[in-house]
């Protein structure tokens, strides 16, 4: 891995230049290295991060992708990652004008990176010095506790996709220091009222009390008041302890278990909990991108194009472009990309932003030619697109601006498939053009992790009580057993996942419609079984 | 670990309806069932794979066997602790025009977490995007229903065609690793045969400076190397070859010698039932199966191994090569006897059980429209004293019940099996539910002494 060449880290200057002219905000650091494709293949189990810790299921990925690699060839174009500064992969052999574009595709992605609120968690740390960090602290737990350390790696692994990323996100900016301490919180608004069953005049006293005490004494008071109050109620201290164990996360499934399994609280399984959140950090830190793919990959698109093709160093080579922008953003007859469809959405929002269309008035407006007519010249295209770029993830972005007019200018339909039994092929047709169904058939196809978490009234030193939320598809049946071996292992006791389950009806092998049922997975000594609750059904 | 959902139907279906059942596989196989798909979604393209490259960097893949086999190492240990193995070997296949793909053998590992699993779904029919012209209700595309020949990629019968080059260089490797890591037994030979090798004489040995016949390649090989090791030849510079002095010792040549010629010790015949009820599980799991019997083989006798392959339906009909042999779509209905009677009129009729090991390995998925076995009985009886070991491995399919299958009744009541247990081996195991360790289980099952 070497850094690019004088020559082509100057192309990459003045392209950041231009970007920022245009409106993009980015870092002025970016590192840029020339990879082979060996290179690319090792790194891609590990995401792209040279740093990230070593595990052995990498290394049978590595070979994995070195056996695929034989087959078929293939040459990586580029490749960003989302650190500080922002590291980018190149090939060798592009020429300048190629390179121009890609450029403005990797500073368009680094913009995105930077300023996209999604992932406001990554903006802090440079995260490939973190994640070298971790790697050593991985390694010294290997050297001591062998592969006992790859198994706590896989286990947490296997649940690192249910971290509440969302939850996350929005506890980020929430004024937490504005609320009173837990403990006032848990003694006014749930111990007064339901342990002790003080009436409301009763409690204004008390916070009267608390309230003056604060003016007068400061801060300290709270610690005056709360000793009395244990002196006077000696069962406030275990009420307030269950308390906060109840409003502990239980979305994070990976910090629970790291934070109340009995198995980790022993002190020789300490070092345990330091690989989870490693582990949990690298997850969370990953989770902005899996989230963003279409917004992302539009933007990098729309930019790309917009800022190449104003570039007066490309002079000659517009056809060479145009191939292969067009190889890279068109629309599939058949199938979905990204690309084209983030680029399209971009471009429409830009479109409808500048004629005043992202407005109520509009929106209001039923007649087709009014609609097409309509246009107040806000000039606020830009504005718009920016903003999209800030707030927006993939579901957002998609649920919100694809709508018919969109539908219907890119003639973009959802494409269906039959068997056709005397021809002895599977057709694809058109199944609809409306935008309801195309925009089901977009956010369907969204990464979209399955909803589980604590049950806490049920989950005891000896159990793990796990409930999945169901949203209308099943929990892949065949990995639940091995999840559920491994958090046994990190429970240190059993765990029940109660889930639900999809039963297709058949009346003569055609699918007349579908059951539900709530089944129950239970993991004991290491077997897993499966019953159906009573209650189920 | 016990799988809940096995036991869910214990009375197992009629002979009549699992015959009913296998027309109508065959029947539905006709008009077409839906192949793997590979349209391109949301998440497949990325930035570093939109473009076609530049140039092709093959990385060597034999430097980092060993690597591999550390990992099957570290893989086994996790046996120790009471966890499941990772690593399954896997194989790519990459389709070709004119009937030559390759094959490569891949460890793979799956990672398990909680998905959300998209086969079933309330919208009963997958859907993706598409962009253009037509109307709603129009026809915009088609795709043969029936994979082509050698399509995709996975584990399965059906798929693939190679060089015979391509799949023994890769199934050596593939054996090794199997009677090493996979504890495989080692094979013992019958002790009655004859010397394995004979002497013929040939132009191999090769002698510097003088000898019979001039080796140009390796000549000009050791002119350059002579040249290198004297300076004249710069790497980053083109040199006239005019300019190049040339050594004594510099001509290779061959010369006549004694050559030691390793016989073929061992002939394989794969039976493999392709009738319609084999559709799915079973003639995946037992085509790879027989991949790694074949590896495994392979790497037992050095490459010295024959191999014959029989298909059968109601009839048997021998196939060339191991990759007609794997992707047969299936065919009929079930006769077993015929597929033995072919390969005992094989043996008879080339004298094989002279010179040679013989092993057969069959497999099926327990069906056969021959109630009594009889037939099947006699023919197995004969074969036992020409043969080393027959394995029968039934892969059954999840709809046919969790009783005994016809082929397993027959045997059983046959007596064979308990009268000649080291000749004749008998494994059967529910083929939706196998996996990789439960194949290997059963080849060990199969070819063990114990």
Redesign the interface.
Known sequence: MNLIDQHTKKIMEECKVRARAAGLTFDKETLEYIV???D??ELSPKVMIPTLYDY??Y???V??E???????????????INSRPAIS?Y?D?NPDWMNIMIFY?VIA?IDFFQNNTLFEQTWNDDFVGVALADKRLIEEYRKKYG?WAD?VI?FS??????TGYFKSLSGLNYPGHLDPEEKVNYYFNTFLPDVLKKHDSEITKELDRYNTLIETSGKEAIEIFFREVRIKHPEFQAGFEKYEYDESPYHDVLLFIRDHSPFLKKEENGWMKSIITIIHNSAQYFAPQ?RS??AN?GW?SYWHDKLFISDNRIQGHESDYAR?NA??TS?????????A?GLRLYQYIEDMANKGKLSYNFQKIRSIEQRDAFNQHTGKGQDAIFEVRQKFSDFMFVNTFVDQDFVDK????????????K???????????KAAD?KK??ID??????H?VINKELTTEKRLYLV?NFE????????????L??LEYLWGGEVKLETTE?I?EKENEE?VG?NYRTVMYSCKN??????IPKNGQ | MESPEKNKNSSPPSHEEIMRRELEIIAGIRQGYLPPENLPGIYTKSDWNVLPGYFNLVPDYKTLLKSLEDLLDYDKKREEDGFPRRIRLGKLIKPSRNDKSKVVVVPTSTEPKFYHDDSITEDNEETTGGSGEGEEGEVIGQQQAQPQKGEGEGQGAGQGEGTDHDVSSEAFDLGKILTEKFSLPNLQNKGKKRAFSKYTYDLTDINRGFGQLLDKKATLKRIIETNILLGRIDKDKPFDPENLLIGPKDHVYRILSKEKDFETQAVVFFIRDYSGSMQGAPAETISTQHLFIYSWLMYQYQNNVQTRFILHDTGAKEVPDFYTYFQSQVAGGTRVAPAFQMALDIILKENLHKDFNIYIFYGTDGDDWDNDGKELKEVITTLLSLTNRIGITVAKNSWGGTGQTIVEKNMTDSGILLKYPKLIRLDSFDASGSNEDRIIEGIKKLVSDT
């Open positions: 082979t494709n060996k690319m293949l052995w299921l290394d049978v990925e070979l994995k070195f056996g695929k690699y034989k087959l078929y060839p293939s040459n990586p174009y580029e490749t960003v992969f090939n052999n595709h992605h592969r198994y896989e692994r296997s649940i690192d996709n249910i899996i793919k279409i990959e990098a292969l190889g890279v629309l599939s007859r058949v199938g979905l990309n990204p690309y469809i890119h003639s973009l339909f959802v494409v269906g498939k039959h068997l056709d039994e021809k002895g092929v599977i057709e694809y047709y058109i199944k609809s053009k195309y058939m977009l196809s969204l990464y979209h992790p399955p589980i999945h209308g598809k099943q929990v892949y049946p065949a990995y639940i057993p091995d999840v071996v491994g999809i297709p699918i579908y290491k077997k897993v079984s499966k019953t």
